[in-house]
């Protein structure tokens, strides 16, 4: 029996769309997330840099939620 390749073609304006409908938090989230990553990963700081900038970048991530309630008010 001869293998089949299924080809799946994604329009991009509905992938756009898809990210415009995520929440907002949602998307800050998860730059947080990865900006929590790149510090720990950057070899050119000193650990007293990566301790100072991750435990802030680690602080603005847990007030997402915040930050945007407030904003609804």
Do not use: F
């Amino acid at each position: 029996m001869q293998s089949a390749k299924k080809l799946v073609l994604v329009d991009e304006l509905d992938r756009e769309y898809k990210r415009l409908q995520r929440p907002a938090v949602a998307v800050a989230k998860t730059d947080h997330s990865l900006r929590l990553s790149d510090t720990l990963r950057n070899g050119s700081l000193s650990n007293d840099r990566k301790v100072r900038e991750y435990v802030a970048e680690l602080h603005r991530y847990l007030n997402i939620d915040k930050k945007h309630q407030m904003s609804k008010r």
